[in-house]
């Protein structure tokens, strides 16, 4: 029934594969009709699995790439824009892509990479305290993830506010910053439709990530204090069905934001316990929560570590010092003369 609605609406998901077990399923590419052509919500990743699902999904749709005339692009993840220059390719004529500002550097041929990135990046993860053997493996994890996505030559701007009309939708751009700076859902209010990309995902917290300013700034945002608010915003629109960047569409967005809001401060209790127990660096919450995480995650579990830390942070719960090159973390002293 569901996928019949979004039919009649001009709306086709193509769930395509993706090699990352914690992504919580495939990641979709939505088919929006336009008069005289397509708009797409996402490009997939960049793998031979992938494009070759790609393109018998779109077989299976009965639709062309030559009659895609725009393509939308909710986030800089590569499993989100990966396939884009070869959707350009096989449409054989230029296509309009456009994202967020503060994703562009993701996904811009003319920004630098992580590769170029990467000393920024480990000085900051040394400065958490991740032992140097540990970096080479977040190192290696990194590089590897970009051979799944080809950067893109010309990306233009995705304001937010703006309204993306399409034969039967008006698609409104809402900015939800947290598991990208720039990430970006499309709210249809009329039908009650929210593309969510992976700010919203109904089995599965998305990770949020360590990022730096481009001369390697700390603290230009805290991507998990950024995406509660944002889950705040989604919470006070009014939405029937969710249609997420992995997994099937689904309803009742309040109670899967309760359910990330329950799990998220479950884990800062957590963190507050060992903190208790004495101050900590990063690295050392990181293993704390995460004993087994296998080398390719390593990543992962420290910006979600991080993450956790800067919301008790930006609640005045932790404070950290840089001591011998090296932040520890540690539970807030009471201020004088304050209620117990």
């Given at each position: 029934m569901t996928e019949a609605r979004l039919a009649a609406l001009g709306v086709t998901r193509l769930p395509l594969p993706v090699p990352f077990p914690q992504a919580g399923g495939p990641v979709n590419v939505y088919l929006v009709e336009e008069d005289?052509?397509?708009?797409?919500?996402?490009?997939?990743?960049?793998?031979?699995?992938?494009?070759?699902?790609?393109?018998?999904?779109f077989a299976r749709a009965g639709r062309r790439f030559d009659e895609v005339r725009r393509i939308v692009l909710s986030h800089g993840h590569v499993d989100h824009f990966g396939a884009a220059r070869s959707i350009l390719e096989r449409a054989g004529r230029p296509i309009e892509v456009r994202v967020h500002p503060a994703d562009w550097g993701k996904v811009a041929a003319a920004a630098p990479g992580m590769r170029e990135l990467w000393p920024l990046y480990g000085a900051h993860l040394a400065r958490l305290g991740v032992p140097e053997a540990v970096l080479a493996e977040v190192a290696r994890e990194l590089g590897g993830g970009f051979t799944f996505a080809r950067r893109l030559e010309a990306v233009d701007p995705l304001v937010p506010g703006e309204v993306l009309r399409t034969r039967h939708l008006a698609l409104e751009v809402v900015h939800m910053p947290g598991h990208t700076p720039g990430l970006c859902g499309l709210y249809e209010r009329r039908h009650r439709l929210f593309f969510s990309a992976d700010h919203l995902l109904e089995k599965v917290s998305p990770n949020p990530l360590i990022e730096l300013g481009p001369r390697g700034e700390e603290g230009r945002f805290r991507p998990l204090v950024a995406y509660l608010d944002s889950l705040e915003t989604l919470r006070r629109l009014e939405v029937d069905l969710v249609l997420p960047g992995h997994g099937p569409p689904f309803g009742d967005h309040r109670r899967v934001i309760d359910g990330l809001l329950q799990f998220y401060a479950r884990r800062q209790e957590k963190v507050s316990e060992l903190l208790a127990e004495g101050a900590r660096t990063g690295y050392e919450v990181t293993r704390a929560?995460?004993?087994?995480?296998?080398?390719?995650?390593?990543?992962?579990?420290?910006?979600?570590?991080?993450?956790?830390?800067?919301?008790?942070?930006?609640?005045?719960?932790?404070?950290?010092?840089?001591?011998?090159?090296?932040?520890?973390?540690?539970?807030?002293l009471p201020k004088v003369g304050a209620a117990p």
């Open positions: 005289g052509g397509l708009l797409l919500f996402d490009a997939g990743l960049g793998t031979a699995e992938a494009e070759e699902a790609l393109g018998e999904g929560l995460f004993p087994r995480t296998a080398p390719g995650d390593l990543f992962l579990a420290i910006s979600e570590a991080v993450a956790n830390l800067e919301v008790l942070e930006a609640r005045g719960l932790v404070t950290r010092a840089l001591e011998e090159g090296v932040y520890r973390f540690s539970l807030a």
